[in-house]
Nanobody
């Protein structure tokens, strides 16, 4: 089992920045592909970004491309999401996810472990 705990959410004005962190513990060797998803009220959970096991491959949703950067520090078992130029439409609960697969992409079904989420609110 892998436990994931997100932190770093909060309230920020449009155009501002936040950095989310996700600390992994337990059987961290099972955290191969890692990703961020988000879920706004009344909407389905959506893919934000993913990163491969050694960080050499990243993929971002078109809606955040050029504004959000995903990274990981395997020595610290921590995943990050740097969010810049935030917009009100980025308001959501952000979830960290981990997959035992090296090839997980952008669907929730491909991820085995989930954090509890952290709220990000962007005011206009």
């Amino acid at each position: 089992q892998v436990q994931l705990v997100e932190s770093g959410g909060g309230l920020v004005q449009a155009g501002g920045s936040l950095r989310l962190s996700c600390a992994a513990s337990g059987r961290t060797s099972d955290s191969r592909t890692m990703a961020w998803f988000r879920q706004a009220p009344g909407k389905e959970r959506e893919f934000v970004a993913r990163i491969s096991v050694i960080g050499s491959i990243t993929e971002s949703a078109n809606s955040v491309k050029g504004r959000f950067t995903i990274s990981r520090d395997n020595a610290k078992n921590t995943l990050y999401l740097q969010m810049d130029s935030l917009r009100p439409e980025d308001t959501a609960v952000y979830y960290c996810a981990a997959s035992m697969s090296l090839f997980a992409r952008s669907t929730t079904q491909q991820y085995n472990y989930w954090g509890q989420g952290t709220q990000v609110t962007v005011s206009s």
